[in-house]
């Protein structure tokens, strides 16, 4: 079945810096979603990507779509601590059954 | 708060036994939705309905089963439980089968001794 792959797994950064995970697949991506689960706590949804080479914002984060619909990012731009948790991307199937296939996510840690 | 109502939060029970896990969707969602959480396979999906119905099946195993109930709330049942069905279980809910966006309850931590 599909596999969507997350690198990295972990990322340290320094309060301030920049962060970047990144969303892989061999297969193309009906449409990217993105959460974030806090520790100890649920995913939530952030944003969806449905076309080609598309990029959303929203204040610090930038979200990517590749134009081949077989990659996704989300970049954090001077990350604060209130950013700390996992990030996880999801393939939502297309059709009537909205199936999500989630990376293995990246946990970011941010000192401050 | 998402609005989506897990019980119970937290369940340790030993091998061989089983359990129900309880979900409420928010108000208004016909669709529910179960994750396993576990640090060796990640988030996977396991199965949804919709208003009553088996929508969609994943990588759920066969002492699993699930039910959506006309109130639509919904149950997950474990039986025949082993050390590696420890993790944590996640309910989703959405407005309907074809909505985009998923709202995720607090989840069931379930340990199997």
């Known amino acids: 079945g599909q596999q969507v792959m997350q690198i990295p797994q972990y990322q340290h950064v320094q309060e301030g810096e920049d962060f970047t995970t990144y969303c892989n697949s061999s297969?193309?991506?009906?449409?990217i979603q993105w959460y974030k689960q806090r520790p100890g706590g649920h995913p939530v949804f952030l944003i969806q990507l449905v076309k080609s080479g598309e990029v959303k914002k929203q204040k610090r984060l930038t979200f990517q779509f590749g134009e081949a619909k077989k990659n996704s990012s989300l970049h954090i731009t001077a990350t604060q601590t209130t950013d700390v948790g996992t990030y996880f991307c999801?393939?939502?199937?297309?059709?009537?059954?909205?199936?999500?296939?989630f990376g293995s996510g990246t946990q970011l840690t941010v000192l401050p | 708060d998402s609005g989506v109502t897990q019980t119970p939060k937290h369940l340790i029970t030993a091998t061989g036994q089983r359990v129900t896990l309880r979900c409420s969707p928010r108000s208004g969602d016909l669709s529910v939705y179960w994750y396993q959480q576990s640090l060796d396979q990640g988030l996977q999906f396991l199965i949804q309905?919709?208003?009553?119905?088996?929508?969609a099946k994943g990588n759920i195993l066969e002492r699993f089963s699930a039910q959506q109930f006309p109130d639509l709330h919904s149950e997950l049942n474990l039986s025949s439980l082993e050390l590696g069905d420890s993790a944590l279980y996640f309910c989703a809910s959405s407005v309907f089968t074809g909505s985009n966006t998923q709202y995720f309850g607090p989840g069931t931590r379930l340990t199997v001794l």
């Open positions: 999801a393939d939502l199937s297309s059709g009537s059954a909205r199936q999500l296939t």
């Open positions: 297969t193309t991506l009906s449409n």
């Open positions: 309905y919709y208003n009553g119905e088996e929508r």
